[in-house]
């Protein structure tokens, strides 16, 4: 997903009045914009960067496997900074880091304290993006900007009990899009909702394990052990057809449909009131796949403006779990 970072990155700066150009490699997981901006991007401001950093340098730093400590320390001389944060790009070469930071971690922030390098009144913090044990691009990042968790890839384990992977996606989903108070209020027993195209029950299941009450809606087979939680009703329908007799809490979607026709009925339902909140997964095409994200979202957008309803979430993220897809969540008063 390179191609559609970078072309992300290139809009949405250009949009802002910034002059330069983006440089990426296909899987080489990181998309370079070169240039200047009066304003820059946090990272969830886009749908397609695990993490935005903004560099201190054009190149990457260079260093010998004995020695990596004094390059860095000698790159971040002149500045004083919050901490020191290592990440690496999601590639196989950036993944099999973690042994390695957990060897420099210490030895390098303790260095950094040595040579006055660390304030914890500091504003930003360094920010290293390694691509392998050799080299690191350099750059600085404020928390709030970045995901807090590394690479901006929660941790989740996978439940033994759920009926499917997918469930991984709704829950990162929950993560990404709500805090713990959101996730608090809105995540609990008593609380009603429906799920699209919801066999074998995966995104069922998180619902579930929230305590929520769930219908749901798919012409395939329930996973027997979450039906025997008696929080689920199965309807065997079209989801395109099916509305429920009061309105519910929560409308969750990953039916394998047209993005367009998918991001129309989200927005019908939330329109006519059915729901007051939808997280939905959008199947993306090959080719057009931030053009089609944005359609879907001046789809969303004229349909609620027309139905008189004020739009407080629409945000879209292509999660970790996420594979050519992305996941949106929207929110109406
Ligand atoms: N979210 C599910 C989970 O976590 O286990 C997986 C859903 S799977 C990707 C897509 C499901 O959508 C399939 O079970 C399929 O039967 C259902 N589906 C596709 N089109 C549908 C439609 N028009 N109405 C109802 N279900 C539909």
Redesign the pocket.
Known sequence: FERECAMEIERWLGERGADGYVKFEKLGGQAIWIGKSPVWPKTRDLIFSRQVVKLIDKKPLYFEAKNRISPILTALEGQSYSAIYLDNTDTNDGNSMVDLFSQLQRPLLSAAGKANILNREAKQRAHLVFVDGTEAWLGISEPEDTLKWPMGIPRLKMPQDA??R??L??AEAFAYFMDKEEQAEWLREGLTAV???????????QLVKHGLQVIA????AMNEKIMESGLVEHIK????V?RPQRPVHWLVC????QPSRVAKLMADWLADGDAGRAMF?LKLPMKTRLDEVELCREIIEQRLKKAGKKITRLEFRQLYHDREEVTAYLVVQ
Do not use: I, R
């Open positions: 009926p499917s997918s469930t996606k709704l799920d699209l195209g919801a066999c074998p029950g995966g995104w069922t299941y809606v798919d012409n395939g329908a079209d989801g395109f099916y990953d039916m394998v449909e997964n």
